[in-house]
């Protein structure tokens, strides 16, 4: 009995100590690890302050998985525009005035070989009547009435022909008058849906003469050439400033009648220099345009894009002559994620590794 008791309590205090090795051991490993981890540099945050500047941190890796691309900015040569409101005219009264003028002088051609014959009539009949009477006074007074009815119709037709091209040069102007008046190429055009007539509002303080030639932005983004007709005689009620005509040639391209659209017009003869940044690389934020600029291999810097909108022959972008340099690796691929990364809550973890299956 004494056996059995000496052999249980052998066996008590074995137990015990194997239990307490294994807690000692446990709390050891777990400190370890604990100061491990603690001496573990933590990750750079994703979005910086550096210089003033917001910069966003993405490493290589996660640049090749999103496809973030970017490509250097290239230095141009230009001549220094404005844009200006350009409004494609309905040439419809146009066409109705050229049809109403060419009935008008056929009229008039009409009426003054009618009052010639009426006129020659009457001097004949007149010389008649002075010739000892060889016609009656009634035959006389005839011919007299016959050929002032035909001169009066023939200045109702001048008139009506005055009218109409007074009108149309008060709604297009004399270049476009004179074009229809004498059914020249350009008026063939016209008619022929090949060219289409602008009206170009420039600024009223546009203290130059306006230039023989501009560019329209036409509905594809491409820049269509128009040259100058004449000032126009009717203004755009919608926008201020100076109206002037332009045509455009139309051969493959879309410019419907009362479009709305933008002309570049150029201040200067003297080229300068700017950087010309694609469309696809500029992102909207607070009303603003603005483009990322690769600063170093894992970080991007957003910058403003202080620029007019430029449809140039290299596709829509913008040109800007300050806050870029040539040669900046500019984002032209993945610029919306970097704007979606920086604007993103910084230090907020989650438990849910897929955000839209953390709905339930």
């Known amino acids: ?167 149309m040069r008060q709604q297009f102007g004399d270049a476009l008058a004179n074009a229809a008046a004498a059914g020249s190429a350009l008026f063939q055009r016209l008619q022929s849906g090949r060219a289409v007539v602008l009206r170009v509002t420039l600024p009223a303080d546009f203290n130059m003469t306006p230039p023989a030639r501009i560019a329209i932005a036409g509905p594809d983004g491409r820049a269509v050439p128009a040259q100058k007709l004449s000032a126009s005689p009717l203004a755009d009620p919608a926008v201020q400033g100076s109206p002037w005509l332009y045509v455009a040639s139309v051969a493959g391209e879309t410019l419907p009648a009362n479009l709305r659209t933008s002309a570049r017009v150029p201040t200067s003869s003297e080229a300068v220099s700017a950087l010309r940044i694609p469309e696809r690389a500029v992102v909207w934020y607070g009303g603003q345009t603005w483009a990322y600029v690769r600063t170093a291999p894992e970080r991007f810097t957003r910058r403003y894009v202080a620029a007019s909108e430029d449809g140039g022959e290299g596709g829509r972008g913008f040109m800007v002559t300050s806050g870029f340099h040539a040669g900046d690796p500019i984002v032209i691929q993945g610029a919306q994620l970097l704007l979606s990364e920086e604007l993103k809550p910084q230090g907020i973890a989650t438990a849910c590794k897929d955000p839209p299956e953390c709905d339930d």
């Open 1 to 167: 009995m004494n056996i059995r008791l000496i052999f249980l309590c052998a066996v008590s205090l074995a137990l015990v100590a194997g239990a307490g090795w294994y807690i000692v051991n446990q709390a050891f490993d777990d400190s370890g690890a604990t100061a491990a981890t603690a001496a573990q540099p933590s990750p750079p945050p994703a979005v910086q302050m550096v210089n003033g500047e917001t910069v966003v941190v993405v490493s290589r890796a996660a640049q090749r998985a999103s496809h973030i691309e970017v490509a250097p900015l290239a230095a141009v040569t230009r001549e220094p525009e404005m844009s200006a409101d350009a409004t494609v005219l309905d040439l419809r009264p146009l066409f109705d005035l050229h049809n109403r003028l060419a009935s008008a002088r056929a009229d008039v051609g009409t009426f003054t070989a009618q009052a010639a014959s009426s006129r020659a009539q009457y001097a004949r009949s007149r010389a008649l009547f002075a010739d000892d009477r060889n016609i009656s006074q009634k035959s006389l007074q005839d011919a007299q009435a016959a050929m002032q009815a035909d001169q009066a119709k023939l200045q109702a037709a001048q008139a009506t022909l005055g009218g109409l091209d007074g009108a």
